[in-house]
C-alpha cells in the first residue's frame, strides 16, 4: 500500500479521489450560496446556512472535507515536483499549445490562485461562522432564532467593490480548475477510452461553466442591485 501511494500512479489515483469529492461538496455550497439572490429578506439563505452548521451528518463531513482540501493541496504540489523532475529541460514553449490545453499546463498556479481565494474565504465567512459567533446578528426564521448569517455575507458584498471584483475573479479561476480536473480526475481512474472522454470533457466543461457563472452572478448581484 506505502508503494502505491508513493508511485506515480497513486499519487494521481489519491488527487483524483479528493479532487471528485471537493467537486461534489462545491456543488452544494453552491446551492446554498445561491439562496443569496433569491430572498432579500435572507430567511432562505439563513436556513440553508442553519442546516449546514446544524446537521449531524455535516458536522460528521467538515473534518473529512477539510482532510481532503489538504491532501489534495499537498499532492498537487508533489505530483507537481515529480513531473518537474522527469523532465528537468524545458519542453518547447512554441509548441505547448498544440499538446494540452492552457489550464493543464497550468494547474498548480490556477491550484494556488484558487487556495488564496480559498483562504480569503475563510477568514471572511467561515471562522466568523465557527468561532467568532458573538460578533453576529440572529434572526428569527419561522419561529426559529438562529445566527443572522446573511447579514454577514451580503454586507461584505454590499459595502466593498473590491470583495465583489475578488470573488468573481475566484469563481473564474475555480472554473478554468474545474474544466480541466473533473475529466482528468475520471481518466485517471480509467474512464479513458476516445469514447468516454470526448462526454467527460464535454460535461467538465459544462460543469466549469455552471460553477463559475454561479459563484461570480452571486457578488455581480449585489454589484448590481446594492
Known amino acids: 500500500m506505502s508503494n502505491f501511494l508513493t508511485a506515480s500512479i497513486g499519487r494521481k489515483f489519491i488527487m483524483s479521489i479528493s479532487g471528485l469529492f471537493l467537486m ?7 446551492g446554498i450560496n445561491l439562496l ?6 435572507g430567511e432562505l439563505f439563513n ?3 442553519n442546516f449546514m452548521a446544524t446537521n449531524p451528518l455535516i ?6 472535507l477539510g482532510l481532503g482540501f489538504v ?3 499537498i499532492w498537487s504540489f508533489l505530483i507537481s515536483f515529480q513531473n518537474y523532475k522527469a ?7 512554441s509548441n505547448a499549445g498544440y499538446s494540452s490545453a492552457w489550464a493543464s499546463r497550468n494547474m498548480l498556479v490556477l491550484g494556488g490562485l484558487v487556495l488564496v481565494f ?11 461562522i465557527k468561532f467568532d459567533t458573538h460578533s453576529m446578528g440572529t434572526a428569527e426564521v419561522g419561529g426559529a432564532e438562529m445566527h443572522d448569517t446573511y447579514s454577514l455575507v451580503a454586507g461584505l458584498f454590499k ?15 475555480l472554473g478554468f480548475h474545474l474544466g480541466h480536473g473533473f475529466w482528468s480526475s475520471f481518466q485517471t481512474l480509467g474512464l479513458s477510452n476516445k469514447s468516454w472522454l470526448k462526454r467527460l470533457q464535454c460535461v467538465g466543461k459544462v460543469y466549469a461553466i455552471v460553477v463559475a457563472v454561479g459563484f461570480s452572478i452571486i457578488p455581480l448581484y449585489f454589484l448590481i442591485k446594492f
Request: include cysteine; glycine fraction near 6%; proline fraction near 3%.
Open 87 to 93: 523532465r528537468p529541460v524545458s519542453y518547447d514553449k
Open 159 to 173: 459595502a466593498s467593490v473590491i470583495y465583489c471584483l475578488l470573488y468573481i475573479v475566484g469563481g473564474i479561476l
Open 24 to 30: 461534489m461538496f462545491i456543488c452544494v455550497h453552491l
Open 118 to 128: 480559498l483562504v480569503i474565504h475563510i477568514m471572511n465567512f467561515y471562522y466568523v
Open 36 to 41: 443569496l439572490i433569491f430572498d432579500d429578506s
Open 47 to 49: 436556513l440553508g446556512a
Open 59 to 64: 458536522k460528521i463531513m467538515e473534518p473529512v
Open 71 to 73: 491532501v489534495h493541496i
